[in-house]
T-cell receptor, first 114, second 111 residues
Framework: AQSVTQLGSHVSVSEGALVLLRCNYS??????LFWYVQYPNQGLQLLLK??????LVKGINGFEAEFKKSETSFHLTKPSAHMSDAAEYFC????????????FGAGTTVTVRA | ETGVTQSPTHLIKTRGQQVTLRCSSQ?????VSWYQQALGQGPQFIFQ???????GRGNFPPRFSGLQFPNYSSELNVNALELDDSALYLC??????????FGPGTRLTVL
């Protein structure tokens, strides 16, 4: 069984400040981990993914995430928030790439203050 | 290269009706997955199709059914619609072992 818990349903940051979104996972096998972003009335866009290898993963739009097996965490960060980062962010876990279901967290809404 | 497309964009149905949602997968992708995203929640896995066969199913009742066609496009059918079926329905395609690419979704409202 696999599941994801996202801590904090809503995060508000100032433009230029650090963005930190928290994700903890549960998986009975080595996990594949993902962060997706969803803008209003749109589908999901992949920000980054962890499969194997390097635990610090860099994605699009300046985001990165670190896989910490000992903490079962995959937190997403961006050093300096931009107004365009306002969106909903979902963490997801899977047992395989592609031919297996993704299990999503409930999402975190990010608001960026000018 | 055309991405994942879904139709229609929006639709409104009444309780008890049936609905068919459509998804065209990205070129070269043979796996299609469907997800239901209720308002304010994360997407929930409905089922997946690989080369026209169901390849896994989430915790959804049998009135949710699907098809995948030889060109790997797919349909999601929902019978006997209930109010709680109101949601954004997302389709994702993948090239077997690759990552899933999502379409823009179909917003279903059940009155």
């Amino acid at each position: 069984a696999q599941s994801v818990t996202q801590l904090g349903s809503h995060v508000s940051v100032s433009e230029g400040a650090l963005v930190l979104l928290r994700c903890n996972y549960s998986s009975s096998v080595p996990p594949y981990l993902f962060w997706y972003v969803q803008y209003p009335n749109q589908g999901l866009q992949l920000l980054l993914k962890y499969t194997t290898g390097a635990t610090l993963v860099k994605g699009i739009n300046g985001f990165e995430a670190e896989f910490k097996k000992s903490e079962t965490s995959f937190h997403l960060t961006k050093p300096s928030a931009h107004m365009s980062d306002a969106a909903e962010y979902f963490c997801a876990v899977s047992e395989r790439l592609g031919d297996y279901k993704l299990s999503f967290g409930a999402g975190t809404t990010v608001t960026v203050r000018a | 290269e055309t991405g994942v497309t879904q139709s229609p964009t929006h639709l409104i149905k009444t309780r008890g009706q049936q609905v068919t949602l459509r998804c065209s997968s990205q070129s070269g992708h043979n796996t299609v997955s469907w997800y239901q995203q209720a308002l304010g929640q994360g997407p929930q896995f409905i089922f997946q199709y690989y080369r026209e066969e169901e390849n896994g199913r989430g915790n959804f009742p049998p009135r949710f059914s699907g098809l995948q066609f030889p060109n790997y496009s797919s349909e999601l059918n929902v019978n006997a619609l209930e109010l709680d079926d109101s949601a954004l329905y997302l389709c994702a395609s993948s090239p077997g072992q690759g990552e899933q690419f999502f379409g823009p979704g179909t917003r279903l409202t059940v009155l």
